[in-house]
């Protein structure tokens, strides 16, 4: 392996990819319709912003975890192999530093907040790899807070400071309601891959002295709580479903019957027979998809607004 493909590796270029394409699908198909309105150069600048962050915690992830990683992926570390530890860590501040640069130059002053969040999530993305992935779903949580910010931030820096939560706008309404449903899908479908995830990489964690759910209370536990999750979510799907079907919305209806709430419904069954790292894994892979395929139904709204 190269020194670029072990670069490109290490920051986990097709998540990076699909933080581009859940940015973008907001922009222009919920964003764009309802306001009618262009600023190109701060979606760029604040897209580049959230791949540089993100590529910054995944090399500082990987440098703290490099024993871990060991025994769990041998085959996947970079880091001491291929890519020195200390340019590994120049490249996670510099990386750090470039997102809130782009972040400032994205926004201004009069968004200050929105650089102190994006400052909070390298803080945070740092702690998570030193300390809190290996408490009890901290580490989880954090993770997907993180998940659900990368569509939050649009919302927050393309609504004006006074305008963001005003109830008197119908436009405003439905961004609200739009950017924080999709956010919450986000939250809840990364809680369920990050617990899918410990149970696969139980043998490198609890070796470490990590104390994630299935270290702390178990296989069968972890998996109750995983499924209590899947079954929030797909109520709450099935639920939107009957909500907009009386707008006439079918073909979205369709969509996420057969490509979200089927597939959750299918992972909701493998999980209770999953025993084996592979199944895991497994397990792991479809329910990125079905992120995937959730985020992908933002499509809809372009003929719907």
């Known amino acids: 392996?190269?020194?670029?493909?072990?670069?490109?590796?290490?920051?986990?270029?097709?998540?990076?990819?699909?933080?581009?394409?859940?940015?973008?699908?907001?922009?222009?198909?919920?964003?764009y319709p309802l306001y009618h309105g262009h600023d190109f150069r701060r979606l760029i600048l604040l897209v580049l912003a959230s791949v540089f962050i993100a590529a910054a915690g995944y090399i500082i992830n990987d440098y703290f975890d490099l024993n871990i990683d060991q025994v769990n992926k041998p085959d996947r570390n970079v880091i001491g192999r291929i890519i020195n530890r200390r340019w590994a860590i120049f490249w996670h501040l510099l990386l750090s530093f470039l997102g809130l640069l782009l972040t400032a130059f994205a926004v201004g002053r009069a968004y200050w907040y929105i650089i102190l969040a994006n400052l909070v999530c390298v803080l945070l993305l740092w702690l998570y790899s030193t300390s809190f992935?290996?408490?009890?779903?901290?580490?989880?949580?954090?993770?997907?807070?993180?998940?659900?910010?990368?569509?939050?931030?649009?919302?927050?820096?393309?609504?004006?400071?006074?305008?963001?939560?005003?109830?008197?706008?119908?436009?405003?309404?439905?961004?609200?309601?739009?950017?924080?449903?999709?956010?919450?899908?986000?939250?809840?479908?990364s809680l369920i891959r990050e617990a899918i995830k410990d149970m696969e990489d139980i043998k490198g964690d609890s070796r470490y002295g990590c104390k994630t759910l299935p270290i702390v209370a178990g296989i069968r536990t972890t998996k109750v709580y995983t499924a209590i999750w899947i079954s929030v979510l797909v109520g709450t799907l099935v639920i939107l479903q009957f909500y907009v079907l009386q707008f006439g919305w079918w073909p979205s209806v369709v969509y996420s019957l057969l490509l979200v709430i089927l597939p959750l419904l299918y992972i909701l069954q493998k999980l209770r027979k999953a025993y084996r790292n592979r199944d895991f894994a497994f397990l792991s892979n479809a329910t990125k998809w079905v992120m995937f395929t959730g985020i992908l139904s933002m499509i809809f709204f372009l003929f719907y607004f």
């Open 1 to 31: 392996m190269n020194l670029v493909n072990a670069f490109l590796r290490l920051i986990r270029w097709p998540n990076l990819v699909f933080i581009v394409l859940t940015q973008a699908l907001f922009y222009f198909c919920i964003y």
């Open 133 to 189: 992935k290996r408490q009890l779903l901290i580490g989880n949580v954090v993770i997907s807070l993180l998940t659900a910010w990368t569509i939050l931030v649009l919302f927050f820096a393309f609504s004006s400071p006074s305008n963001a939560f005003n109830t008197a706008d119908p436009v405003s309404v439905k961004f609200f309601r739009l950017a924080f449903l999709y956010a919450g899908f986000a939250f809840i479908i």
